[in-house]
């Protein structure tokens, strides 16, 4: 499952959905909005290209690193601290594969996905960023 969504994302739902009796290992990447000293982070995507090069990712990813399957779920709009930004499930035959095809993913995403994030802070200030 490739998505972009508002919604909060059931971690335990995906993982299962994902599974395969090929598999050997699913390694989970869940990224949260920390306390930086913000209130919220805000996510703002071209959602029509951010889902053609999730999908691009995820098959690059795939033959790559020789995963089985890859599920990646970002969330975008305003999102309070502990909430779910992103959860990227890499399904592989071993952990070595998986963990490097997780790592690879997020390090792309986070590189030309056009996703972009605006910090607000207590007082109301706020900045977009990368």
Do not use: N
């Not at 306390?35 to 790559?64: H, P, Y």
């Not at 970002?74 to 990227?88: A, C, P, W, Y």
């Not at 594969?97 to 706020?126: H, L, M, N, Q």
Request: net charge negative.
């Amino acid at each position: 499952m490739i998505s972009i969504q508002k919604e909060d994302i059931d971690i335990g739902s995906l993982i299962q959905q994902s599974r395969d009796i090929d598999m050997g290992a699913q390694v989970v990447f869940v990224g949260t909005v920390r306390d930086d000293g913000i209130e919220a982070i805000e996510f703002e995507a071209d959602r029509e290209t951010a889902i053609a090069d999730l999908r691009a990712l995820a098959a690059e990813a795939m033959d790559k690193f020789g995963l089985i399957s890859v599920d990646i779920i970002h969330r975008d709009g305003l999102l309070e601290k502990g909430e779910t930004i992103l959860v990227i499930i890499a399904g592989a035959a071993h952990r070595e594969e998986g963990f490097d095809g997780c790592r690879f993913i997020i390090e792309e995403i986070k590189r030309y996905v056009p996703i972009w994030k605006k910090d607000i802070t207590a007082t109301g200030e706020s900045h977009w960023h990368d």
